[in-house]
């Protein structure tokens, strides 16, 4: 719901992830364990197996892999296409050796579930459908035509009817639950990566951005001193220039350059030397900070303040964590977005708690994301009017999950409700123990040695 200018990855893009190298290696488990099955039941069991068709059908996928491993590099990454090409194959090698090897009567069928639990690990819903509807046609096929196991007696090995026809259906049941069930989960742990990733990078701008203010302030104070004393030094060589048109007007551009410098560094930053004052304010200065940005965005933004004798002198200092401001600053940047026409900050304080709670004057959180608030990428099941009133957001989800966890990455406590403050809208109350933000310090930093002349 929420603009933070960074790009997830797209879901569609994950089957490009899987390395040709890895299937290949996961085949040839796959052929050694097929040989050794044919060694043993041929050996062991004294089973008359189809060996010559056998052997082809493994040769093939022996085949398949040399020239993957040759003719490719190590590092190569295959398309989605490929991907289904290279699960479709593995499907249909499988198949054609249980056909050869007595069909569902052979316990290994089971195993035609492992190319669809790669597919739906790997690939988009629609590729692992199909490679799904393929798997149960192939595993058909196989159950009505299949040579059929003979033991060097000539006895067939056979299941009754009853129990193949019930481990056909088992078969298809765990495609078809495989397919479905797994690709959400995978789904959702992907999602909750790609949102947990997100979320670090906005703390890592958000950091940057405070560590570049600490920067410039330090640099506008260090440099404070030697350009006032150009300043001064341009001043007198002005006047003991006088006469000299040409010198004087080269000391008064020296003197110009060092006002220009000096207003370049106030505009950079405002704060003093890098000390307390940097890391830690107020309490209402930090939620003001981080609502800054979105006052004046056409939506009136008004503070309330509910602390224990009045907003000065009396509130705590709080320390500037970056996942406090930019937590709240997704909050309220939410509420300015979906407000009529007014917000409300209410900034309060105790002695064991700080608070902050944000209102609107919109219509509030819908009821079908309001269990859901907090996942990442929810999106409304039904285009509202809430949705007219914010066109261009698809959903509430990767904002307000970014927000949640920085906030609750901090100690807080967020809950989510309406009708707050009696604005009727959306509201989000959120509390920190004091003790996790309060700044006791009230030391401004070393002192620097001076000399006295």
Not at 23 to 33: E, P, Q, Y
Not at 93 to 107: E, H, I, K, V
Not at 206 to 233: C, M, N, R, S
Not at 350 to 374: A, W
Request: neutral net charge; charged residues 20%; aromatic residues 6%.
């Amino acid at each position: 719901m929420i603009q933070t200018g960074i790009e997830y990855i797209n879901q569609s893009a994950r089957s490009n992830w899987i390395r040709l190298r890895t299937l290949a290696m996961v085949r040839w488990f796959a052929i050694t364990g097929q040989v050794s099955a044919l060694v043993v039941g041929q050996q062991y069991f004294g089973l008359q197996l189809a060996l010559i068709p056998c052997a082809v059908v493994i040769g093939m996928s022996i085949l398949t892999n040399v020239i993957a491993v040759v003719v490719f590099p190590g590092s190569r990454r295959l398309s989605e296409a490929e991907t289904v090409l290279t699960l479709l194959f593995d499907t249909l090698q499988l198949s054609l050796l249980l056909a050869f090897t007595g069909g569902l009567n052979n316990p290994f069928a089971l195993l035609i579930l492992a190319p669809v639990t790669i597919a739906a690990t790997v690939l988009p819903t629609r590729s692992t459908l199909m490679l799904a509807g393929c798997a149960i046609i192939m595993i058909t096929l196989v159950s009505l035509a299949h040579i059929s196991l003979r033991t060097l007696d000539g006895n067939i090995l056979e299941m009754p009817a009853v129990f193949v026809f019930g481990f056909w259906v088992a078969i298809v049941t765990g495609i078809l639950f495989i397919s479905i069930y797994t690709r959400r989960v995978t789904v959702e742990m992907t999602s909750m990566a790609e949102a947990l990733l997100a979320t670090q990078m906005a703390l890592a701008r958000e950091q940057k951005l405070t560590d570049l203010g600490g920067v410039i302030a330090a640099t506008a104070h260090e440099l404070g001193t030697p350009l006032a004393t150009i300043k001064l030094t341009s001043s007198e060589l002005m006047e003991e220039l006088s006469e000299n048109e040409e010198l004087r007007a080269d000391a008064s551009l020296i003197r110009e350059q060092a006002d220009r410098c000096r207003d370049i560094l106030r505009s950079m930053g405002s704060a003093g030397k890098d000390d307390i004052h940097l890391h830690a304010a107020p309490w209402s200065a930090v939620v003001r900070e981080a609502a800054e940005p979105h006052l004046n965005r056409g939506k009136d933004v008004f503070f309330e303040y509910v602390g224990d004798l009045g907003e000065e002198p009396n509130q705590p200092l709080a320390l500037r964590k970056p996942e406090v401001i930019h937590g709240l600053r997704n909050l309220i940047q939410n509420a300015v977005d979906f407000a009529r026409t007014e917000v409300c900050v209410q900034i309060g304080w105790s002695e064991t708690s700080l608070t902050v709670e944000i209102s609107d004057d919109g219509q509030g959180f819908s009821p079908q994301v309001m269990n859901r608030i907090g996942d990442p990428f929810v999106k409304q099941r039904e285009r509202n009017s809430r949705q007219t009133a914010r066109p261009g957001y698809d959903g509430m989800g990767l904002g307000l999950f970014i927000a949640k966890t920085l906030l609750e990455r901090s100690k807080a406590i967020l809950n989510f409700s309406n009708g707050g403050q009696g604005l009727g809208g959306a509201a989000v109350f959120v509390s920190w123990p004091r003790s996790k933000l309060e700044e006791k310090k009230l030391a401004t930093g070393k002192n620097q040695p001076f000399k006295v002349i």
